[in-house]
């Protein structure tokens, strides 16, 4: 279920203002809100408290304080939908690239305004909170198009990416198009039953067989239209978990 596809059955009535002696989201996170608006920082909203499954990115646009309230950009993907509910809570999280930290944000879309460039919504905040990145193994980085990633879902084309980053539990990749489209890609990003057999390959010598479980998809327009798929190792065999380790070491030594 799309967000902006929700989102457009909003009323349009606006939020009261906050009393900022009992705010809950401070000076110093309102000036973060306001970086992140500088920067251009991805916004990822969900519709659960885990901060899993579908995100949806948008930008922030402009910050209130004084109402407590973000407006922030239509969310992308914009995914068809019959359903005419809303979503009670918004969850999203605002990552600074390059770190093990980013910020999880609640709160509740108030009302949905239209400007020049198109429609916008009113987000009105009511916790932020600094939390570190849940990582145990180090992770690599790779330069664009320095290593492929080639899934293979049953019955389907395969889909093709370049690989981002790689660590002993999972690995980032950067899809080419929209995976969404893939039947098998849409299931296992839903229910985290499906699994994606894939291929990573670093160069003529160093490839890697493994099933992969989606953890998230995010639709990336520009600078061209691709992918970041978020994904971990399901269920690696020790002759896999062999190879990762040699593939990570090695790695390792020429970081």
């Not at 349009?12 to 500088?38: F, G, P």
């Not at 969310?75 to 999880?104: C, E, F, M, V």
């Not at 994904?231 to 978990?241: D, H, M, Y």
């Amino acid at each position: 279920m799309g967000f902006a596809s929700l989102l457009q059955w909003l009323p349009s009535t606006a939020s009261n203002e906050i009393d900022l002696s009992t705010a809950k989201v401070t000076l110093q996170q309102w000036r973060i809100l306001a970086d992140a608006k500088h920067k251009r920082l991805p916004l990822i909203l969900y519709s659960t408290r885990e901060y899993r499954g579908q995100g949806y990115q948008s930008l922030v646009l402009k910050t209130d304080q004084k109402t407590q309230t973000c407006f922030i950009d239509m969310p992308l993907p914009a995914l068809p939908s019959d359903h005419l509910s809303l979503p009670k809570r918004i969850y999203a999280t605002l990552k600074y690239p390059g770190t093990y930290q980013h910020w999880q944000i609640e709160g509740k879309i108030t009302e949905r305004a239209q400007a020049g460039d198109g429609p916008y919504f009113k987000l009105h905040i009511e916790t932020m909170k600094f939390c570190k990145d849940r990582r145990n193994q180090a992770r690599f980085n790779f330069s664009d198009k320095s290593a492929e990633v080639t899934c293979s879902p049953p019955m389907e084309p395969p889909i093709y990416g370049n690989l981002e980053n790689i660590s002993m539990g999972g690995l980032c990749f950067n899809a080419r198009g929209n995976p969404q489209q893939s039947d098998a890609f849409y299931l296992a990003n839903q229910s985290r039953k499906t699994l994606i057999p894939s291929s990573i390959e670093l160069n003529s010598d160093d490839k890697l067989n493994v099933e992969l479980e989606v953890l998230s998809l995010q639709v990336i327009k520009k600078p061209y239209l691709h992918t970041k798929v978020r994904a971990r190792f399901k269920s690696l065999t020790p002759s896999q978990q062999h190879i990762l380790a040699a593939l990570t070491e090695k790695l390792s030594e020429t970081a």
